[in-house]
């Protein structure tokens, strides 16, 4: 059976920049100021010092990107940025969207097509881990704060991390760096389960675990999906349910897949991702056609006017043997989308098979009569696929299925070539689209 597959996107951030002053260099000077102070062990007894050296690195970390803010149109930037000016600018595409790029000495800026900054890019850091160094000292901060009159401060100077690394994220998530992306979003779930945040960002979890498992990092990805569980967060519609059971049964255990969509059933009846993960296990595993069945049932009481679900009963009427009912399903896709070609497909592929089974039985009958019986089955079975296959050809708008079904059409055609002058013509105009590989 072929796969029903569902596209899912990220949950989206806004990007932002916090207005700056301090070039790259001055703030790299005053981040080794606020380092040497707390190497002084009276200083750094006091949270002031920490508090100074998390600012610093939180200073480095905006420094190269300037006072510049997503969202703002190039007016606005040639205000905020002064005598800056792009060293060069040329067209790209970032994520299958087209860019302005301009190019500066530390940061690229990215403009979409109304001429705002969607995306800012800094090339060159002053420090690599500023955020990292930034946390670490508002650790320490929270440490020396045995009165704790700094904490409000510390949570909201941790919370700022934690959103900056989803910008970080975000960016990578664009420039298709899946890996780095993800593990992006976990640091800044981590950050904000940090004390004195001690908030579970299940977003950012469920965006570690997309993105894990968008380069096939399935063993990460189940700890975070996991984790949103645990949490009783599920994303829209119960996806976390499917992405999770896809990931065992990715890793090998098709019952724990099984059980987890069963699970998420229980809460999203009406998930079709759930519905179709559950529908693929029973019709790979061949256990429990009732519970296959009841599912197919559900999911068009859900959805009675989806034509796929029905496509779908109909193989699975095919795989058990009942090509009657098969036939019935098939067609009542067409009934619900006239312009639904894959119905139709599984129709006329049904007669098509049968009548290459049938070949086969006649080609080892030895009686004559019960030879010339099989001969005349097979070749109603050939007629019978015509009309699907045809209507198939008809209202497709995929060039390439087209295509595929001609050849179909094609030897159907061929085999009744000397049956009339209609035969001899449905040959030789889908011969022509197979050999040109242009649908007509």
């Known amino acids: 059976m072929k796969r029903i597959l569902i596209a899912l996107a990220l949950v989206l951030a806004v990007q932002f920049a916090d207005a700056q002053t301090k070039s790259p260099a001055d703030a790299k000077k005053a981040v080794e100021a606020a380092e040497a102070a707390a190497q002084n062990p009276k200083k750094a007894t006091k949270v002031a010092t920490w508090m100074k050296v998390a600012e610093t690195y939180l200073n480095a970390y905006e420094a190269p990107a300037g006072s510049v803010m997503a969202g703002a149109s190039k007016q606005e930037l040639q205000f905020m940025m002064g005598?800056?000016?792009?060293?060069?600018?040329?067209?790209?595409?970032?994520?299958?969207?087209?860019?302005?790029?301009?190019?500066?000495?530390?940061?690229?800026?990215?403009?979409?097509?109304?001429?705002?900054?969607?995306?800012?890019?800094?090339?060159?850091?002053?420090?690599?881990?500023?955020?990292?160094?930034?946390?670490?000292?508002?650790?320490?901060?929270?440490?020396?704060?045995?009165?704790?009159?700094?904490?409000?401060?510390?949570?909201?100077?941790?919370?700022?991390?934690?959103?900056?690394?989803?910008?970080?994220?975000?960016?990578?998530?664009?420039?298709?760096?899946?890996?780095?992306?993800?593990?992006?979003?976990?640091?800044?779930?981590?950050?904000?389960?940090?004390?004195?945040?001690?908030?579970?960002?299940?977003?950012?979890?469920?965006?570690?675990?997309?993105?894990?498992?968008?380069?096939?990092?399935?063993?990460?990805?189940?700890?975070?999906?996991?984790?949103?569980?645990?949490?009783?967060?599920?994303?829209?519609?119960?996806?976390?349910?499917?992405?999770?059971?896809?990931?065992?049964?990715?890793?090998?255990?098709?019952?724990?897949?099984?059980?987890?969509?069963?699970?998420?059933?229980?809460?999203?009846?009406?998930?079709?991702?759930?519905?179709?993960?559950?529908?693929?296990?029973?019709?790979?595993?061949?256990?429990?056609?009732?519970?296959?069945?009841?599912?197919?049932?559900?999911?068009?009481?859900?959805?009675?006017?989806?034509?796929?679900?029905?496509?779908?009963?109909?193989?699975?009427?095919?795989?058990?043997?009942q090509n009657d009912n098969a036939v019935a399903s098939y067609y009542k896709c067409a009934e619900i989308n006239p312009n639904y070609e894959f119905g139709y497909i599984g129709a006329g592929i049904l007669y098509y098979e049968l009548a290459i089974e049938l070949q086969e039985k006649a080609g080892n009958e030895l009686d004559d009569k019960k030879y010339n019986e099989l001969v005349g089955q097979l070749e109603q079975a050939l007629k019978n696929a015509l009309d699907p296959f045809e209507k198939a050809y008809a209202v497709s708008k995929d060039d390439q299925l087209k295509v595929s079904v001609a050849e179909y059409l094609k030897n159907i055609y061929y085999r009744f070539y000397s049956n009339g002058p209609e035969y001899e013509a449905g040959y030789k105009k889908y011969d022509e689209v197979v050999k040109s590989g242009v649908a007509k």
């Open 83 to 321: 005598n800056e000016k792009p060293t060069s600018t040329e067209e790209v595409v970032v994520n299958g969207q087209p860019y302005i790029k301009e190019i500066y000495a530390n940061k690229d800026l990215y403009f979409n097509a109304n001429g705002q900054l969607a995306i800012i890019q800094v090339t060159k850091p002053v420090y690599e881990n500023a955020l990292e160094k930034a946390l670490e000292a508002y650790k320490k901060a929270y440490e020396v704060d045995v009165k704790k009159t700094k904490e409000k401060d510390i949570k909201a100077g941790m919370e700022s991390i934690a959103n900056k690394y989803l910008n970080d994220a975000f960016n990578s998530y664009q420039f298709g760096k899946y890996a780095e992306a993800s593990d992006l979003f976990a640091l800044s779930a981590e950050t904000m389960a940090t004390t004195p945040v001690n908030k579970v960002d299940t977003t950012a979890l469920y965006n570690a675990g997309f993105t894990s498992w968008m380069v096939q990092d399935y063993n990460k990805a189940k700890s975070f999906f996991e984790k949103c569980l645990e949490n009783n967060y599920y994303y829209e519609g119960g996806e976390v349910f499917a992405k999770l059971a896809d990931v065992y049964t990715k890793l090998g255990d098709k019952e724990k897949g099984r059980d987890v969509l069963e699970q998420g059933f229980t809460k999203f009846p009406q998930s079709q991702s759930i519905l179709i993960g559950l529908i693929n296990y029973y019709m790979e595993s061949g256990q429990d056609t009732d519970r296959l069945f009841a599912l197919i049932n559900e999911a068009k009481k859900n959805e009675p006017d989806n034509a796929s679900l029905y496509y779908v009963e109909g193989n699975i009427y095919k795989e058990l043997g």
